[in-house]
């Protein structure tokens, strides 16, 4: 079981930057691929950018490729995004997701573990 803790939303303006972190707990973070998913309202869930358990493949959606880059740190049990050049497009509620994968699905039923999302909002 994974438990997992999303933290670093908030406002920011637009060409400004955030970086979101996720905490997990339980055993078996380091034996999964992690993955970051946003939603508008009244869009589909999205996803945003995922990296393997020993952080050497990731992935990003073709909407933030070049600005936002995902980073894990297993010993702190800690994914993060870090989020530059926001735009307003680009707020969103942001989820953690955890899965026990050996690559980087960017459908979200892929994945078992979801956390409660943390709302970023760029204003323009």
């Known amino acids: 079981q994974v438990q997992l803790v999303e933290s670093g939303g908030g406002l920011v303006q637009a060409g400004g930057s955030l970086k979101l972190s996720c905490v997990a707990s339980g055993p078996t973070f380091t034996s999964s691929t992690m993955a970051w998913f946003r939603q508008a309202p009244g869009k589909e869930r999205e996803f945003v950018a995922g990296i393997t358990r020993t952080g050497g493949t990731t992935r990003y959606g073709d909407s933030v490729k070049v600005r936002f880059t995902i980073s894990r740190d297993n010993a702190k049990n800690t994914v993060y995004l870090q989020m530059n050049s926001l735009k307003p497009e680009d707020t969103a509620v942001y989820y953690c997701?955890?899965?026990?994968?050996?690559?980087?699905?960017?459908?979200?039923?892929?994945?078992?573990?979801w956390g409660q999302g943390t709302q970023v909002t760029v204003s323009s």
């Open positions: 997701a955890a899965g026990r994968l050996i690559v980087v699905p960017t459908s979200s039923p892929s994945y078992g573990y």
